[in-house]
Every structure is written in C-alpha cells, then in structure tokens.
C-alpha cells in the first residue's frame, strides 16, 4: 500500500514540474539587480534556484560550525539515557545502590530529570536510606510533583510513618485529585495508622481506576474490610456495617470469617452461624470451616451433627476434621475426638493439631502426654523436630485417605487431581 502511495506522489509531482515548466517557458521573466556597481541579470526561475543553492550552501556552513559544539550535547544525552537503561535495569534486580548511581548522574539530562530522580528516591526508599529519598524527591517535585508526592508517602509508610503519608495524600484525597498509585499508598497508610474510615474511602476510586489488577485490589479489599469489622465497637454497629456492605463483599471466606468472629465475640451467635452455613452452602472453604467450630458452645450438639454431615463429600479435608475433633473435645466425646485430630495428624500435621490433642490428654488425665502435645506443638511451629506419640496412644485409627468417586454431569467417572 506505501508503494502505491508513493507511485501517486511522484505522478503528482512530475505534473506539477511539467506544467510549472510549460507555465514559465511561455514568459521566464527577468530579474536585474545591481549592488555597489556589482549587477546580474537572471530569468525568475534561474534567480529563484540560485536563491536556493544560496540558503542551501549557508544552511551546510551552519550547520559545520555548529557540529563540534553539538556533538558535545549529543554524547551527553546518549550517555544520559544509557545511564538512565542501566539504572532501572538495576533497580528491577535489586542492585539498589547502583540504580541510584546511574539514576542520578542520568539525571543531569533535562529531558529525564523527573522520571531518573523519581527512580533515585525509589532505590534509596528500599535501601533504607529514606534521608536521601527525600532529598531526590524535592528535586524530582518540579517537574513530577504528583509522582513525587506518591513516593514520598511510600516512603515515609515504609519508614513506619503512616500518620504522616496519610497527612501527605489527604487533601489531594479530599479533592479527589489522586493518582492511582496514590489512592493505593492512601489506603495502605490510612489501614495501618487505623484510619479505617479512609482507608474505605480510598477503595471506590482505586477500583473505579482500573489501575490494578482483580486479584490485587480484591486482596487490599478483604484486607480493609476485616479490619474495619474487627474494630466494630458493639454488635448493633457490626450489624448496620455489615448491612451496608455489597453482596459481593459479604460473600467473600475472609470477611465472613471477620464478621462471624467478631460477631460471636459481642454473643451474636445465631447471625454468625447462620453466615457462615449459607456461605459454606454455596461455596466449600477451609477457613469457615475452622471459623464454624470457633462460635462458642451454643447449640453445639446441633453443630456437629452438622458438620458430620459434610463428611460424606469432604472425608480428607483436614480442617473439617480439625473442627469436628475440637467440638467433640468441647461436648468431652473423647474417643470421637481422637479418631478426628489422629487422622487429621496423619493427614496434615500442624501446630494447632497437636494443641488439640494436648487439650484431649488434658482432658482425660494424661498430663505426660498433654505435655508432650504442647511441646509438639511448639517445636512443630518453630520448624524443629517433634517427639512422637507411644503407639499404644494412636489405637486402632484409620488415617488413610479416603477416595471419592467423582462424577461429571453426564455421570463419566473424573479423576481427582
């Protein structure tokens, strides 16, 4: 297509020399100028090229005057941009000392002061030196004030300095002025200063920006919220907060869990339980499962049989049997307790398994094993090695898995991954 393109452009010109050729051959015109007894005599076109061959003649001694000075300017920018490669490539490989050393010698080229000094406070933010951080980024103010605005706040919530980065972004927050970037320092300074009313306030702009992924601003979502449920102050404001939340927020596994815990805690077990079930019916999730068997001892005989129930289609799931370990310990069904925590220990050992299981010892009278279980339980959390039980202790338990078979919807048998 560029080729017909240029095969048209050249017809076009060829027509416009022939007919500009045939224009001035009917009447070439005359020129006579005379200057200090120094005259000439010229057609007007020979007058006009000669004019041309002049500025072009001129234009070539300018422009070899100007060569050595320029050549000069063209090293320091090519070096300048080298540099400024050599420092962001660092900077991405953690080499923070020699990003800020190329980033600020790049930095002597107007044309990427702002972005090379931006990226000289950023590598001195992650060193830790937020002194000279800061002093990048009041040069880096001039001519990025917004991008600098944005890495100060980081840096002074790296620092620890969450009251300040939130004074920093308010009134740019408060005009709704921020930039993506902004909003997401605002509301991570905002959450750790517990400022949780900002911190929910940044989160509409954040996601109305599209500047983060689903999963990233989905993850600082729940984050929020869970705080901002845990530090409901009575359970008729929890009640009216947790009313106010959208649909989808009230679905997610985290913040059920927040609501039922803190719900439970202000003696709202019924609304807990109730979230928690309905949740648990749409979607299985390990984390309400350890939530549910956590809501006190109010009508716990109903709760377990329940929670037996759900066996049938998760007989491996290693929380489910932790919860129902844990409830039987609580109604003192010994025996039952144990066949749960010993195969949940086989299956997928922790530090809380064995706590149980020191509380079942404990229960019963051995106060040797109980002990052994908490020092289990220790040494399990810290990564050292574990004592294990006598083997007259386990008893008769089953811990293998149990296998399922799975159908699809046209009933064909599906492997299990």
Same mark, same amino acid.
């Given at each position: 297509m560029k080729l017909w393109r240029w095969i048209l452009l050249l017809l076009v010109i060829a027509a416009l020399v022939a007919f500009g050729w045939h224009w001035a051959a009917d009447d070439p015109g005359y020129v006579y100028v005379q200057w200090h007894g120094w005259y000439a005599e010229r057609t007007v076109v020979t007058a006009a090229l000669t004019l041309i061959l002049f500025w072009a003649v001129l234009s070539a001694l300018w422009w070899l005057i100007r060569w050595p000075f320029g050549a000069f300017s063209r090293r320091h920018r090519r070096?300048?941009?080298?540099?400024?490669?050599?420092?962001?490539?660092?900077?991405?490989?953690?080499?923070?000392?020699?990003?800020?050393?190329?980033?600020?010698?790049?930095?002597? @080229?107007?044309?990427?002061?702002?972005?090379?000094?931006?990226?000289?406070?950023?590598?001195?933010?992650? +060193?830790?030196?937020?002194?000279?951080?800061?002093?990048?980024?009041?040069?880096?103010? $001039?001519?990025?004030?917004?991008?600098?605005?944005?890495?100060?706040?980081?840096?002074? +919530?790296?620092?620890?300095?969450?009251?300040?980065?939130?004074?920093l972004l308010a009134p740019e927050s408060d005009s709704g002025s921020l930039t993506p970037a902004g909003w997401r320092e605002l509301a991570l300074a905002a959450l750790a200063s517990g400022d949780l009313r900002r911190a929910? $306030?940044? @989160?509409?702009? @954040?996601q109305k920006s599209g500047a983060f992924g689903t999963r990233a601003y989905n993850a600082l979502e729940s984050k929020i919220l869970v705080a901002t449920l845990g530090a409901s102050p009575d359970g008729a404001a929890l009640n009216t907060l947790w009313s106010?939340?959208?649909?989808? $927020?009230?679905?997610?596994?985290?913040?059920?869990?927040?609501?039922?815990?803190?719900?439970?805690g202000f003696g709202l077990i019924l609304p807990a339980m109730d979230e928690v079930e &309905?949740?648990?019916?749409?979607?299985?999730?390990?984390?309400?499962?350890?939530?549910?068997?956590?809501?006190?001892?109010?009508?716990?005989?109903?709760? @377990?049989?329940?929670?037996?129930?759900?066996?049938?289609?998760?007989?491996?799931?290693?929380?489910?049997?932790l919860t129902l370990g844990r409830m039987c310990l609580r109604l003192k069904l010994w025996s039952k307790a144990q066949t749960y925590l010993q195969r949940v220990?086989?299956?997928?050992?922790?530090?809380?398994?064995?706590?149980?299981?020191?509380?079942?010892?404990?229960? $019963?009278?051995?106060?040797?094993?109980?002990?052994?279980?908490?020092?289990?339980?220790?040494?399990?959390?810290?990564?050292?090695?574990?004592?294990?039980?006598?083997?007259? &202790?386990?008893?008769?338990?089953?811990?293998?898995?149990?296998?399922?078979?799975?159908?699809?919807?046209?009933?064909?048998p599906r492997l299990r991954e």
């Open positions: 070096v300048s941009r080298q540099r400024m490669n050599d420092g962001l490539i660092a900077l991405a490989e953690g080499r923070h000392g020699d990003a800020e050393r190329d980033l600020n010698r790049a930095s002597r @080229l107007d044309s990427l002061r702002g972005a090379a000094l931006l990226g000289s406070a950023e590598a001195s933010s992650r +060193r830790g030196e937020y002194a000279r951080a800061f002093e990048s980024l009041d040069q880096a103010a $001039q001519s990025a004030p917004k991008g600098a605005r944005v890495l100060r706040a980081r840096a002074l +919530r790296r620092d620890g300095k969450f009251a300040e980065a939130v004074a929910r $306030q940044a @989160l509409e702009p @954040l106010q939340l959208p649909k989808a $927020q009230r679905r997610v596994p985290a913040i059920i869990d927040a609501y039922a815990r803190r719900a439970a &309905s949740a648990l019916r749409r979607e299985w999730s390990p984390l309400l499962i350890e939530t549910y068997g956590t809501l006190g001892n109010h009508d716990i005989d109903a709760r @377990l049989r329940r929670a037996e129930g759900w066996l049938n289609e998760h007989p491996n799931d290693a929380s489910l049997l220990l086989a299956l997928a050992p922790s530090a809380s398994v064995w706590e149980a299981l020191g509380d079942l010892h404990a229960g $019963q009278g051995n106060d040797a094993l109980a002990s052994r279980c908490y020092r289990n339980a220790l040494a399990f959390a810290r990564g050292e090695a574990i004592d294990p039980l006598p083997l007259n &202790s386990n008893g008769s338990v089953d811990t293998r898995p149990i296998t399922i078979e799975e159908r699809s919807e046209l009933g064909v």
